[in-house]
Every structure is written in structure tokens, then in C-alpha cells.
């Protein structure tokens, strides 16, 4: 059977897991990410855990549709589903707001794991998964924006580092994103726009989108 193609977005995300990783997609609902991991023959293990006896079920019936071996099915909130021996290298949680990430992120002991690598795709509030980030001891090592069905997001990567530092709230939007790149300037045309729309005169938030504007050369 030919392997069915990702979107754009879950296609980003999984560029970014590194190949013969030991995989936990948390948050895995359809499961098409580790579905198409393994049959690409990137990696060779993963876990699909989800919260939701439904989206698992779905899982199961893309591996049995996709003939895909190799992908343990979890129960679960969060990260609470995966053990040491499961030896995990590499986590993507994508699909859900930064918060949520975040809030995962901070219940786990196991990610504080320096050789763990963590792949973070925002639905929305990716400022807020940024601060917590870099709040908690976790450094982005590689950021990106894309298009997908219309609709412009990011994916992060990004690592335990132990030095808990605290971020501007530019830094927070902007991230580790390339701004010469057309798909970053294009995220952060959209992070302004929702800024626009919450302002209404807030002299901090027009300060922010006043810097904003001027990294992507925008005219107010
Ligand atoms: C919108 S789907 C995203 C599916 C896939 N990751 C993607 O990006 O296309 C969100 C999934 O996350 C699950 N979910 C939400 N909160 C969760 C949590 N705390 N722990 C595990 N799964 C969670 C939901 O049940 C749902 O299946």
C-alpha cells in the first residue's frame, strides 16, 4: 500500500523527530503521525497515548488499516502513560493550545531529561508555551512556521536545559523563528493581527506590536 501523505502541519512535526527515535506522540487522537513514522521507516518504535478511549480507538484502526506493527496503544493524561523503561528519545505533542502543552509538560518529571527532545506544535497561545519553556529550564533548539489548509502555525523543538530564564514578550511571539523566512513573517503577521484585535489601547500591547511590527518591516 502507497504511504498516504501527512499535512503540511503533522508533516513539520515530524521532520523534526530524529530518525530510529523511540517515540511517544501524546495526544495522538487518528495516530497518523507514528502511523506514518514507522511506515516510512524513520523510527521503529512508538507510543500513541491519548486521554480519549475514542481517539485511541481510531489509532488502532489506522494501524490495522495501514498493516503498521509496532505502535503501543495508552490511556492517559499527558505524559502519566509513558515509564523510564519505555526509554523514550523523542516526544511530540502537537495539535492542542500552548497551555495545554505547557500544563503536560509541567506535570512531567520525565521530561527533564537532557537528551530528550520535544516536539511542540501550538494550536494556538505559543507565547505561552514559549515563556513556560524557557520559565521551567527548556531551551527551543529549532523553531519553524508553515501553511497548513490555510492557516499559519509553528512547530518548536526544543530541549531540557536546567537554566530557567526569563523571556521578553517579544521573544515569547517571536521565538526562535528565522524572520528572513516568508512562512515566519507570515506567523508573525497573524500573532500581530490577534494582538490588534485584543488591545484596544493597551499602551504595553501597542508597544509590543509596535517592535513586531518593526522586526517584520510592517507599516502601522
Ligand atoms: C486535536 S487532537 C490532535 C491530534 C494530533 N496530535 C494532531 O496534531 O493532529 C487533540 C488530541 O489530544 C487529546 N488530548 C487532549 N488533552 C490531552 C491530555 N491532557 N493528555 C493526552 N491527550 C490529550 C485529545 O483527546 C485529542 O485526541
Known sequence: MKLFSLDERLLNCASLVRNGARLVDVGSDHALLPVWLLKSGKISFAIASDIGEKPLLSGRENARKYKVEGIEFRLGDGLSTIKPEDKITDIVIAGMGGEVIAKILGESELVKDKSLRLILQPMSRSEDLIGFLYENGFE????????????????????????????????????????????????????IRNLENKSRGDRSVEALLDELRLMINEKN
Open 140 to 191: 527551543i533548539t529549532e523553531q519553524k512556521a508553515l501553511t497548513s489548509k490555510g492557516k499559519s502555525y509553528t512547530v518548536i523543538a526544543a530541549a531540557y536545559s536546567g537554566r530557567k530564564l526569563a523571556v521578553s514578550s517579544v521573544f515569547k511571539l517571536t521565538g526562535k523563528l528565522n524572520l528572513e523566512d516568508g512562512e515566519s513573517v507570515k506567523f508573525i503577521k497573524k500573532e
